[in-house]
């Protein structure tokens, strides 16, 4: 069994659901079958939205410190930091199991050819191309959802779990359903948190790579 580094607290509560998930992923009848996980939680690392530089340095920091402590493959449970991959793996020489390319695939499982995207515009980035790499047709917020979607996103961080935002993000999904998504992922670790279902298959990214990484570090 191989041990898992987190790059986490991006933020903390989402790098606790993905922990949580992890655990719950893993098919475990006594502790010893659970993966070995070291977690460098670091809410200090700089808004990927705001300065993206600053975040590559830290991001790379903390990978080689993973390393240096003993992991063997990598796992990050945020979608906007995903645009620093190659970074991170420069920097500690490990693989990082891609969060964008595993919650790509099980949203091309579900059968869907159209899928909707909600996540910050970097992230949203990150999974068109992905998406089209694939075959697959993204589909994107207008500008005054990306809008909806910061504000709520920045509300959760700040702890705000409510029935405002969960109605929120929950109309942002069904604006892309009604436009034709036949799936939507939720492309930011923050959106499992308040968005549990929606009138599509919805992808939880998060519960994507936790399998991922079960099956990475299990095998």
Do not use: W
Request: aromatic share 2%; with cysteine; proline share 4%.
């Amino acid at each position: 069994m191989k041990t898992l580094g987190v790059l986490g607290g991006m933020g903390p509560a989402a790098t606790v659901d993905f922990l949580a998930k992890l655990q719950a992923a893993t098919p475990a009848g006594r502790d010893q079958d659970h993966i070995h996980t070291l977690v460098d939680l670091n809410p200090q690392v700089p808004d990927r939205n705001v300065d993206a530089h600053a975040a590559e340095a830290e991001l790379a920091r903390m990978a080689a410190g993973l390393r240096d402590a003993g992991a063997e493959v990598l796992a990050m449970p945020c979608n906007t930091a995903h645009a620093h991959a190659a970074a991170i793996e420069a920097a500690s020489g490990l693989k990082l199991i891609d969060l964008i390319e595993v919650a790509c695939a099980a949203a091309a499982a579900t059968g869907a050819r159209r899928i909707g995207l909600i996540g910050t515009g970097a992230a949203v980035d990150l999974y068109a191309a992905q998406l089209e790499v694939m075959g697959l047709t993204p589909l994107r917020l207008g500008e005054a959802g990306g809008r909806r979607f910061m504000e709520n996103l920045y509300r959760i961080k700040a702890g705000d779990l409510g029935p405002g935002v969960s109605d929120s993000m929950a109309a942002l999904a069904e604006d892309l359903i009604a436009a034709g998504a036949g799936a939507v992922i939720a492309a930011c670790t923050e959106l499992p948190l308040v968005l549990k279902t929606a009138s599509a298959p919805l992808i939880d990214a998060t519960q994507a790579l936790a399998e991922a990484c079960v099956t990475a570090c299990c095998d």
